[in-house]
């Protein structure tokens, strides 16, 4: 186990703006960060970061927390996982404590598969640089595709030995079992026999995004016809291809800092580029482009530019591609090598500075590419000519912002050579097409609509607990002048009536005398947990520090949490003061904010009071029926009372 005080530097060194950089293409949005949620499809920002605060909040998921529950929601790391990571991230040297067999043994099946991911990635590092064969073959075929030993290290690649259990023999000796190999892929088992699958293969670990390993990509250096030149690692709980992009652990960072991202074709593509010094690129590796990899790179920046072999057979085929990209409301560029070149062999034989001027000069629009691409198909035939500016349209009508699709209607009339009109009408026409569909169109029969699926009722008693608790997070500390009642009774009619005396106090205490003179207890199990904390920190300290105070809770209360201290500030995401829309600050109107919640509170445990007596003078026995009516009408009376304090009518 991680020792306490490792767990306690590591709180106190990350950043969560810093980690969550990593993964989210922030902006600076006045104190705070925003950005797209990385857990939800979303095309304006709802992803709320608090440097001060150390806590984030996604609005459109309803998650937060802490940068510990950042990384157990983005990456599934467990708690020690994030805690590592983090470690790693800051070069903070880990104190370990002894572990005893129950907890070894409490690891998950998930963190088994990447335990032997990892362990794997040693293994077959370790066959290609200390191993005889390894150094012959292995290291022999990444230097004549010109790797350097930085770059081999840099992205891991590694040997597997051409011998049918070599690695499964070293993974069941070291302890690991061969359920959890079968699971990852790296060994195959049939009946009574197993064997290693990537056997004589160089390899490419996959990487997530925050750099733990997925599967591998091994390619085969024989001239066995029999065997497919690449091989992954199939589909488990932990790697799906169609999630994952090659290259995107080492290339997030210059993604975002250069704010593009360049899309190739296969593992060496990416790395040569990157060891040419264009670390901005990524890889589908050799699979079709999916809506779940798009979302990965729109997290970091908004525009991509797709890199074509310059005899790529399968290039019509790969605009489809761009057809998805457009529809994330992403900005794509395309750009393809010359004939007999790709972004490999390009890499290799120029500079960094030949690389990005080429890439400068010769990316495209993709109505240019396009255009381009099919024009020469078409040729002098009209018919061929107008299917091509068909499926351009149709690549247009993908693009969700009718701004840049007018822009592109434009542009594709100017190449073309046709009328801007025409185009417009059917871009029409396609558009309604995808509105229109002729099933879900019908009229349907009235139905009436079953009660349990109304909207549930908000619970007023929730609301104002979730606002006390609010009220002490943000200002609990400070010391403001509040108006107290004193509640006295009129000598001649016996009426309560009020009398205001000016008193300064902190805001927590105030709460607390408040809530404890109504002897209130909170009723929702999260607040419940949190306010005698809250109180705690307040009274010790003063100013709590919300980032060591968020860190102290657990998972759940520290959702809860970042919940209530960002609620407000998803205002901002929205810029509605351009818009001359202007949310009120209640910290400028606080005693008078602290003195309404405190009021309603009573009023709403008035009616609760009420309602009781209510039902027992159904069941009661006729003697105490008329005191219960007449507790029920003094109860009445002080509500109106406080009512009038609310500026209300009971």
């Not at 733990?212 to 690449?230: E, H, M, P, S, V």
């Not at 800092?257 to 890889?283: P, R």
Request: hydrophobic content about 35%; charged content about 30%; overall charge negative.
């Amino acid at each position: 186990m991680i020792h306490k005080s490792t767990i306690d530097t590591v709180f106190e060194t990350a950043r969560l703006e810093e980690v969550i950089g990593d993964f989210v293409q922030l902006k600076k949005s006045g104190s705070n960060f925003k950005g797209l949620s990385p857990f939800t499809d979303e095309r304006t920002p709802s992803f709320m970061v608090s440097p001060v605060k150390q806590i984030w909040k996604d609005f459109s998921s309803g998650k937060g927390g802490n940068v510990i529950a950042f990384l157990m929601e983005h990456e599934h790391f467990s708690y020690p996982e994030a805690i590592r990571y983090l470690a790693k991230k800051y070069n903070i040297e880990i104190e370990e404590t002894e572990q005893n067999d129950e907890q070894k043994a409490a690891a998950s099946a998930r963190e088994s598969m990447y335990l032997v991911s990892s362990f794997a990635l040693s293994y077959f590092q370790e066959s290609l640089w200390e191993t005889t064969q390894g150094k012959a073959i292995g290291l022999s075929y990444f230097k004549e595709r010109g790797f350097t030993d930085e770059t081999i290290r840099d992205f891991q690649l590694g040997y597997s030995p051409n011998e049918w259990t070599a690695f499964t023999d070293a993974a069941l000796k070291a302890g690991y079992q061969l359920d959890f190999l079968e699971k990852t892929g790296l060994t195959i088992v049939k009946e009574d026999k197993k064997f290693d699958r990537f056997k004589g293969r160089v390899m490419f670990p996959i990487h997530s995004m925050s750099g733990r390993i997925l599967g591998f990509g091994g390619r085969i250096l024989t001239q066995d016809k029999k065997a497919a030149k690449y091989m992954n690692s199939p589909e488990s709980e932990i790697y799906n291809k169609s999630k994952v992009l090659y290259g995107l652990y080492q290339g997030k960072q210059s993604i975002a800092k250069e704010d593009n991202c360049f899309l190739v074709e296969g593992y060496t593509d990416v790395i040569q580029m990157h060891q040419c010094g264009v670390k901005n690129v990524v890889s589908s590796s050799g699979t079709a482009l999916t809506p779940e990899q798009i979302r990965l790179v729109r997290r970091l920046t908004p525009n991509i530019t797709v890199l074509f072999d310059g005899d790529a057979a399968g290039l019509r085929a790969s605009l489809r591609g761009i057809d998805l990209i457009l529809e994330a409301g992403m900005n794509v560029r395309v750009c393809s090598f010359p004939e007999g070149e790709d972004p490999d062999s390009f890499a290799r034989t120029h500079s960094k500075d030949e690389l990005e001027a080429f890439l400068s000069q010769n990316a495209k629009d993709f109505i240019q590419f396009k255009a381009a691409l099919l024009v020469d198909e078409a040729a002098k035939d009209p018919i061929k000519k107008a299917d091509t500016i068909r499926e351009m349209v149709h690549s247009i009508s993908k693009i969700p912002d009718r701004i840049k699709q007018e822009v592109y209607v434009r542009s594709c009339a100017a190449v073309m050579d046709i009328s801007e009109e025409a185009l417009f009408a059917t871009l029409a026409q396609v558009s309604q097409k995808k509105k229109t569909n002729p099933v879900q169109n019908r009229t349907q029969p009235m139905t009436v609509v079953s009660s349990d699926k109304r909207i549930p009722q908000v619970s007023t008693r929730f609301e104002l607990e979730k606002n006390i608790i609010k009220i002490l997070l943000l200002y609990g500390h400070e010391e403001v002048e509040f108006e107290e009642p004193i509640l006295q009774a009129d000598e001649t009619s016996g009426d309560l009536k009020t009398i205001s005396s000016k008193v300064k106090s902190r805001v927590f205490e105030k709460i607390y005398l408040d809530l404890q003179q109504d002897e209130i207890d909170f009723t929702t199990s999260a607040f419940k947990s949190l306010y005698p904390k809250i109180l705690n920190a307040l009274s010790g300290q003063g100013e709590m520090k919300m980032d060591s105070f968020v860190t102290s809770l657990p998972a759940e209360l520290a959702t809860e949490v970042s919940d209530l201290l960002l609620q407000d500030e998803q205002y901002t995401l929205h810029d509605w003061e351009r818009k001359n829309i202007f949310v009120a600050d209640k910290s400028k109107s606080l005693p008078k904010w602290v003195h309404e919640i405190i009021l309603r509170f009573r009023c709403q445990l008035i009616d609760e009071k009420v309602s009781t007596l209510q039902e027992q003078t159904e069941e009661d026995q006729e003697a105490h029926h008329k005191e219960l009516l007449e507790e029920i009408v003094q109860y009445h009376k002080l509500k109106t009372l406080l009512s009038g304090r609310l500026n209300r009518v009971v």
